[in-house]
């Protein structure tokens, strides 16, 4: 019973893989994603330290990262698949270790990213997230707009548009997807797609490219409080300085401190006008000052 099962999988590669031309694209596709999940694998089960699985790969007491295994196979891979163009079977081996280089690289694409081990932490989630987004490029790209295009050919005109339709939807769905950060959904809206449509209605995060280009500040709020995270503080603003007016508090306080001065010292307080007194005058004779003479005057 299991020889005509594999014999009919067989025939439908055949058919729908190597008939097409697209083995290549096949093979990288799945080399990639089965290296990516072996190599979680791996990474998970160091950290737990299952005594009979291999640890890390160490060099004079120097770590050396997946990451640096995956360089080798894309500069290596891709020297021989572009300058030397192997025939078949061997252009298919260099797609394969091609596909097995970039899992090896992108599972560690938050330590190229920040420049440090955070493979661990929160911010190596970005590695699975550029993973999936890799996925679902090269599905759109390789299998999944080729696969629409493929069956629509195979039917009707009228199908044709219905199915090309769907397909073309499919794809902006998993581009609006993208925009919001849900990377998940975008994957799986490729191929089901009231999945996507539902994803590209409902709300992104709020540090998406879709959220800085088209949400308002309330809009930012809702999908904060959805997706728990929290709100910006506002800078603190330092209130102004208010400075005290000291030259007119002191240009007012001036001339009563003159008038105290004079009226403590009991001294005659003047008047605005100067009178011109001759200097016989009883207020000469009490040691006034002698009025002054105007000019011109005998």
């Known amino acids: 019973m299991l020889v005509p099962v594999l014999a009919s999988i067989g025939s439908v590669y055949d058919r729908a893989i190597v008939d097409t031309g697209r083995q290549p694209e096949f093979l990288y596709f799945v080399s ?14 160091i950290k737990a330290q299952v005594s009979w699985w291999p640890g890390n790969v160490q060099v004079g007491g120097t770590h050396i990262h997946h990451l640096v295994w995956g360089i080798l196979l894309l500069l290596i891979m891709g020297y021989v698949g ?3 163009a192997p025939p078949s079977p061997w252009h298919e081996i260099v797609t394969v270790l091609f596909g097995v280089g970039t899992g090896l690289t992108l599972d560690e694409f938050a330590l190229w990213l920040n420049l440090e081990d955070v493979y661990w932490s929160h911010q190596g989630r970005r590695s699975i997230d550029a993973v999936i987004v890799a996925a679902t490029i090269t599905g759109i790209v390789l299998v999944g707009f080729t696969a629409w295009l493929a069956v629509a050919t195979e039917v009707g005109d009228a199908v044709f548009a219905v199915v090309g339709s769907f397909g073309v939807l499919a794809i902006l769905t998993a581009v609006v997807n993208l925009a919001k950060e849900k990377f998940g959904v975008a994957l799986v ?5 009231p999945a996507g449509l539902v994803g590209a209605f409902r709300l992104g995060r709020p540090r998406s490219l879709w959220a800085r280009l ?3 500040e309330q809009k930012k709020q809702r999908a904060r409080q959805r997706f728990g995270e929290p709100s910006p503080t506002p800078a603190p603003t330092r209130p102004p300085v208010s400075r005290p007016r000291v030259r007119a508090e002191s240009r007012r306080l001036r001339p009563a401190r003159r008038r105290r001065s004079r009226a403590d010292t009991g001294a005659p ?3 605005g006008r100067r009178s011109w007194r001759p200097q016989g005058s009883p207020a000469g004779r009490r040691g006034c000052r002698p009025a002054r003479r105007r000019p011109g005057s005998r």
């Open 32 to 45: 990639f994603l089965v290296t990516f999940g072996f190599i979680r694998t791996s990474a998970h089960m």
């Open 189 to 193: 809206g490729l191929f089901f797609l």
């Open 269 to 271: 307080r003047r008047s």
């Open 82 to 84: 572009v300058a030397m």
């Open 214 to 216: 088209f949400y308002r």
